[in-house]
């Protein structure tokens, strides 16, 4: 099974920041990568696909980058709705591995 | 609006068994690959199963195959989980999720809000 190893696995930031998220893949996954949110007791969010493409409806504020095993997943200004756990998944293979998960906490 | 609708979880001993369900709405059912998706508590996400669209191609994770069943009633549109042989480390918010293809793989675009299956004696 691919690995997906994600850093950091928590943070702190103030509302407007910009965060930066990573996620590296054991195997060369191309562009197969997504990136979801999820938030206590609700339904995971899927935000972008093919590792920067940004899912309808999703804000401007999130984007993804990367190819091949390094990923990175941005949000330009945050704001008080984005603090959640976000995830990386490679959609290369099967299982579909999602990454441990990276915890982003108002400071 | 795309609704997918969980239940039938609960409290069931070590080696028990329990059915869940997924109701879903606001789409063409028939249409979409189906997934289970669960995550421990404290952990992250883990890909259980899936399903096409016609119930007829089945695939698991190693670690339930052939403990666990996933199905579906197009004509209901209702996707299900048949868990067997329960582990007190399948403790777990069972997600379904509905999927979609990309020119780079598969995405879960909608999902549930999860149901609680705890394994406990």
Redesign the interface.
Known sequence: DIQMTQSPSSLSASVGARVTITCRASQPI?????W?Q?KP??????LI???S?L?SGVPSRFSGSGSGTDFTLTISSLQPEDFATY?C?E??S????????TKVEIK | EVQ?VESGGGLVQPGGSLRLSCAASGFAFSNYWMHWVRQAPGK????VSRVNSDGSVT?Y??SVKGRFTISRDNAKNTLYLQMQSLRVEETAVY?C?RSTT?????????????ILVTVSS
């Open positions: 191309a562009r197969y990568l997504s979801y999820h007791g609700k339904a995971p969010n899927l696909y093919a590792a493409s899912h995830y998944q959609t290369y099967t299982p579909q591995t999602f990454g441990q998960g | 997918l992250g996400l883990m890909w695939t994770a190693d997600y999720a990309t020119i780079f793989g598969v995405v879960f675009d909608y999902w549930g809000q999860g």
